[in-house]
């Protein structure tokens, strides 16, 4: 056994919590997400590493709101996307609920960005992934809820899954995202990495629905194409009221190489009005699919790139030398050729 699967004599996995949940073993504790404690485990029916989310026991305890869960991860499990986690299971263990999810390695959108803009055909591939993995979410009747660079990740092979789609009411993020417009003059600095991507709706406390992700998408992808916060100021309160106030410019202000095409999507993704937003994720898929291909269709026909002089210059020297030696020969076998002769 590794390290941290080594079973105390509790019955828990040394430093990390119970040895199993359910059929699961427990191979590490990755942290405490949005939905408590995480796990990664063993599928031990399957033979697949998954992740589990423990439950809290507050939800757990609440029959209104455990109902709820097991009913949104029923509608969950009926969604098969590339861009969404698969969820396996939503089960019970020793009188709490779990939930066993596909595990996704790879960094989060943030981890990516640093801080630092993506190349805009990047950004546009990657805003892609995202309204059409929101888009098979939003047909089921879900929204994401809590949509940022923290909860989207990137896989190795560059592609991206969100993390916790629908499950944002059962959150900490969720809460604050929900509650973040009444709590205007009392929110911590803490709050900010969540109240950037707040729509004006849900910043004004007013209810909210599956355009609200289509805002935030509009953030991230302001954000992937700038390297900096749409709504970029010193305290979270000053945030939510940006959000609620402030017409974000246009990205090519900040960087001239992005294109038009993206500026107008960024624009209209982040319209404060429910009137002049993309009405669905898909018509958003849409435009995004169009300029990516029209950025691909430009990438393609650059010319590659000029080799380095000395690489150049190397066929050009062997030539002229086998040219010495050809005429050097040539010569000997005149001179041969003469002597021979007389």
């Known amino acids: 056994m590794t390290p941290d699967t080594d079973a105390a004599p509790d019955g828990k996995v040394a430093g990390v919590g119970p040895a199993s949940i359910g059929s699961y073993q427990v191979l590490g504790r990755l942290g405490a997400g949005g939905l408590g404690e995480v796990f990664r485990a063993r599928d031990t029916t399957h033979g697949r590493t998954v992740v589990i989310k423990r439950v809290p026991a507050a939800l757990t305890a609440d029959p209104v709101r455990a109902a709820d869960l097991k009913k949104t991860a029923a509608t969950l499990s009926t969604i098969s996307h590339p861009g969404l986690p698969e969820l396996y299971e ?6 709490a609920l779990f939930l066993a999810v596909e595990y996704v390695p790879g960094q989060t959108l943030a981890e990516l960005m640093a801080g630092r803009g993506l190349h805009p055909r990047r950004a546009a591939e990657v805003a892609l992934e995202i309204a059409d993995a929101l888009a098979a979410l939003h047909a089921v009747g879900l929204s994401h809820g809590d949509l940022r660079p923290d ?53 004004a406390g007013e209810a909210s629905d599956a355009r609200a992700d289509l805002f935030a998408l509009g953030s991230v992808l302001h954000e992937m194409l700038t390297g900096v916060p749409v709504f970029d100021r010193p305290t979270s309160d000053q945030i939510v009221l940006a959000v ?38 898909a018509a958003l898929a849409d435009d995004l699919r169009v300029v990516k291909s029209v950025l691909d269709a430009s990438l393609a026909s650059q ?21 010495v030696v050809g005429a050097a020969f040539v010569a000997w076998w005149e001179w041969s050729v003469i002597v021979s002769f007389f």
Do not use: W
């Open 303 to 323: 010319p590659g790139p000029v080799p380095p002089l000395q690489e150049t210059r190397r066929p050009v020297a062997l030539v002229i030398a086998l040219l």
């Open 151 to 203: 909860n989207i990740v990137v896989t190795p092979k560059g592609h991206t899954k969100l993390i916790d789609p629908g499950l944002s009411r059962f959150t900490a993020g969720g809460a604050l995202r929900a509650s973040a417009g009444s709590r205007l003059g009392s929110l911590p600095a803490s709050a900010a990495s969540v109240v950037r991507y707040l729509a004006p709706e849900e910043a």
């Open 244 to 281: 609620l106030q402030a017409t974000p410019e246009a990205p090519s202000r900040r960087v001239p190489s992005v294109p038009a095409e993206l500026d107008m999507i960024t624009t209209h993704a982040l319209a404060k009005s429910l009137d002049r937003r993309y009405p669905t994720a």
């Open 90 to 95: 939503c089960g019970e263990s020793d009188q």
